[in-house]
């Protein structure tokens, strides 16, 4: 409030406000004819847009030459929790491979939330939609937001895994922001080849002809690609009148082998 100890055209007649975008002035004169005035909002505040505003109040008398006096006000802006954590995308994938050692890190997770102090602080967590077989195998640190590796992961159970994580803030009201993590499980090859006899004819006659069936030779390999492929060979094939023949089956990784007389015993 100013004072202007003059009277009649030499007192206190008018306001001023710096020019700004949120405040203006309400002038209101007593019973006696003082004035006085009154800042008033008028447009929303945004503590993350603007924390500080800034104006200068001047007041102006009647007298000649004009006298005035100024006064700063500051308004801060108190934060209200407006504003939920966000992760910078809605999908991230991430490459893992199987047998990865417990404790390997595959992801930090990173929200960020405009607010301030407890409005703007973050803990993290699987929602409901991440599955009870994903939650075991992973961890994830509310507060850092590390997700890590906390089972063995073996490729040939489980190729991929879908998490969906929670941002939430700390705030009386909470906010929260979610995202979903892929991790596609990429193959080692930690599985050998197996050789199963399917049939078999131990004894066979001198003269038996070219093309005689002797063994049906099963292979598998529960691994992918070329971790999965076998070649089958015989040990000194060379000096043994007996070949291979593959017959293909149903699975990629599974066919069947026939020993076949080469040449006469
Ligand atoms: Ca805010
Ligand atoms: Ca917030
Ligand atoms: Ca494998
Ligand atoms: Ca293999």
Redesign the pocket.
């Known amino acids: 409030c100013f004072i202007d100890l003059d009277v009649g055209d030499n007192s206190l007649r008018s306001y001023l406000l710096s020019v700004n975008e949120h405040f203006f002035l309400d002038i209101q004169t007593r019973s006696d004819g003082s004035k006085f005035a009154e800042l008033i909002l008028e447009s929303p505040l945004d503590r993350e847009q603007q924390k500080t505003h800034l104006m200068v109040l001047t007041a102006v008398d009647g007298g000649s030459p004009e006298r005035s006096g100024t006064a700063s006000i500051v308004v801060q802006v108190l934060d209200t929790n407006d504003n939920a954590p966000q992760f910078d995308r809605q999908v991230y994938s991430v490459d893992l491979i199987?047998n990865a050692p417990i404790g390997t890190l595959i992801m930090q997770m990173n929200a960020t939330d405009l607010d301030e102090g407890v409005n703007a602080e973050v803990t993290y967590s699987f929602t409901l939609y991440t599955s009870e077989k994903t939650q075991e195998t992973f961890s994830l640190d509310p507060s850092s937001g590390e997700i890590r590796v906390k089972d063995m992961i073996?490729?040939?159970e489980v190729k991929s895994f879908e998490m969906y994580v929670e941002a939430k803030d700390k705030a009386v009201n909470p906010l929260s922001g979610q995202c979903k993590i892929l991790v596609f499980i990429t193959?080692?090859?930690?599985?050998h080849p197996e050789i199963t006899i399917k049939s078999f004819q131990s004894s066979i006659k001198e003269n038996d002809p070219v093309g005689t069936l002797i063994a049906i030779i099963g292979v598998s390999d529960?691994?992918?690609g070329d971790?999965g492929k076998v070649v089958l060979s015989i040990h000194n094939a060379e000096i043994l009148p007996f070949h291979f023949y593959q017959v293909p089956v149903f699975r990629f990784s599974d066919f069947t082998l026939m020993v076949m007389k080469g040449t006469c015993l």
Do not use: G, T
């Open positions: 199987e073996d490729f040939e193959d080692l090859n930690d599985n529960r691994d992918s971790n």
